[in-house]
């Protein structure tokens, strides 16, 4: 306990350290070339960016062996199917219900209204956003190499569960596949926490960087906007999410929300959802309780496709953008909005900034000005930070509902405080996989 209490403490204080030193910066150092240029664009980037690197180092041999383990594990392929469409349906659901409560706050409040532009539009050049057709047509991967070389998420959640549906269907040579894809999981959840016992200090020099750049007096002039979006993120993420629990899971949201912390720490700080997977998946099979058979599956797709958080920033920067310029939108267009950010979210990965790239692709369905988006560039990093928190958060509530609908979640894992503690690796081994069944 003391332990699990001591890592989450130093993560925590990692952050407020970060927090104070980058403002500190920002506010009285941010024209002394010696600090920009060693200490935030060197010291603090090398750092922070090699930690990022470590993490995301992590997430293809981790979700490929887990997957392995979760689709053998499952061992039928109709139930494999059950469990895709009920995660998939839930991923929609729940980012339909996030945009439109961020529609509904943000038109009740109305932010922008009277908004002067005196903090300077900066000029937005959107990157081109996929063709959704694409999206479809590019789940199957050309050549999984390549999906693999590039981190290609849905690729690769898509050859790696045909190859273990294949690895189910072979007999012997399957079974000692799956026996050394299960060894190869234990070893990389402990290559995860060897990882995160270097989590305080990556996430000082991250956090220090973001702030020495943005500063905290960015956000005045934008503070209407801001939070209401800060507040939209906290009603889904405590609200909607809490209820979810209840009454589809059955489970404690204050528990839930306090086995998260770790998870939430490291959204926050490297602001991308996939770079958190290992964390998510270790917080939702160690200390949650569900079974990695649905976990291997359900985390990594969520990461990739269910983005709530981004989805309620569309949504308050529709609304916001729309006010500033003053232009009416109807209620098609909000429907469009609606539409739009799903599908959005279902084709961007979970990366930092990918949500400005998605909200281009929204303005210009409604016709809004796409280089309105530079009035809001400003803020977006530390907005970014909450709301990939929310995202993740988005993946585990789904993950949870999933799991309990299949019977694959542990109450007893989930109601003890000392489960799955991080500095502590040992994997417990009831997930085997069907062939031993
Ligand atoms: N950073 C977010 C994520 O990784 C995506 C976004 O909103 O830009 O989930």
New binding site residues.
Partial sequence: MSKKMTITTKILIGMAMGLITGSLINAFAHDISFIQNYLVNGLFHVIGAAFVNALKMLVVPLVTFSLVCGVCGIGDVAVLGRVGIKAFSLYIATTGLAISLALIVAILIAPGQGFEQTAGTMSFTPNPAPPLTDVFINIIPGNPINAFAEGNMLQIIFFVIIFAIAMLMSGEAGRQLADTAEKLNVVMMKVVTLVMDFAPIGVFFLIAKTFSIEGISLILPMIGYFSVVILCLLLHGFGTFSLLLLIFARLNPWVFIKKMRPAHLFAFST????ATIPVTLQAVEKRLGVDNSTAAFTVPLG?TIN?D??AI?QGVATVFIANVYGIDLAVSDYLTVVGMSILASIGTA???????IMLAMVFNQVGLPVEGIGLILGVDRIL?MV??AV??TGDATVTCIVARSEQNLDDQIFQDPDAGIITEVELPHKNKHAFNK
């Fill in positions: 602001a991308s959802s996939n990461a983005m958080g981004t920033m979970g990366v930092p900034g990918v949500g400005l970014d709301r990939t995202n993740i």
